[in-house]
């Protein structure tokens, strides 16, 4: 029904897809999901951890979670697909889960991480997470990322909830409460639907309209 949505939207047959809003069949929401949100505080004891001990981990845990990068797709990730002068990373279509180009935004954080790790020097061919989760010729698969988190999980004591995805599912959450825009969110998530960017909105912490709650229209 999606892929059929898709061609009406992209052939102009239909102005809305027609799939908007609808879950998708035999799956669970986010919240069904065997992985849980990480809060401030042990993302805080992660990020101290890793800077200490394991800093290729600690940039992976970093795209994870400001550029909501797949891991399969962190994978693939070359030298040559990041731009800081655009602070954007680009994602080919051969590697992405749904098959299109894209581009995702750096935010400054993640900028200076690179910048630190002066990650231009390498040779545009390199993937950014080769053998040891290092820049490198050879392509290593998304296993490492989760073979890692398993050690930096056990060392912090973290339940079995949290999952190296859950940087993800923890990024865009966040980003949503800060600026307060599913659109933005969505395409720097590469969702196909704002319906589904919905599902992470933390909805006891949404303000009310401005403009309505100043109206003084009588009943």
């Known amino acids: 029904m999606r892929v059929l949505s898709t061609f009406l939207i992209e052939n102009e047959y239909v102005k809305i897809k027609p799939t ?9 929401h986010r919240n069904g999901k065997n992985r849980d949100y990480i809060p401030n505080a042990d993302r805080a004891k992660l990020s101290e951890y890793l800077r200490l001990n394991d800093k ?3 940039l992976a845990c970093e795209v994870l979670y400001y550029c909501f990068i797949r891991p399969k797709e962190m994978s693939f990730i070359k030298i040559e697909h990041i ?22 935004t750096i935010p ?37 990322f989760r073979d890692r988190w398993g050690k930096v999980r056990k060392a912090l004591k973290f339940p079995l909830t949290y999952k190296f995805y ?34 992470y909105t933390p909805h006891d912490t949404i303000v009310g309209n401005e403009n309505i709650a100043k109206t003084e229209a009588i009943f």
Do not use: W
Not at 88 to 97: E, H, R, S, Y
Not at 177 to 196: G, M, N, P, W, Y
């Open 20 to 28: 908007d809003g609808i879950s998708v069949l035999g799956k669970s």
């Open 56 to 58: 290729p981990m600690l």
């Open 83 to 104: 731009s800081l002068d655009n602070v954007t990373i680009f994602i080919p279509g051969a590697t992405a889960k749904n098959y299109k180009n894209a581009v995702v």
């Open 108 to 144: 400054k954080s993640l900028l200076e991480h690179f910048v630190n790790l002066n990650i231009e020097k390498f040779p545009k061919d390199f993937y950014l997470f080769s053998e040891n989760m290092l820049p490198g010729k050879e392509h290593r698969d998304e296993k490492q």
């Open 166 to 199: 859950s940087l993800k599912d923890t990024g865009i959450t966040n980003l949503i409460s800060l600026c307060r825009d599913t659109r933005l969110v969505r395409d720097q998530a590469r969702h196909s639907s704002i319906s589904i960017t919905d599902l």
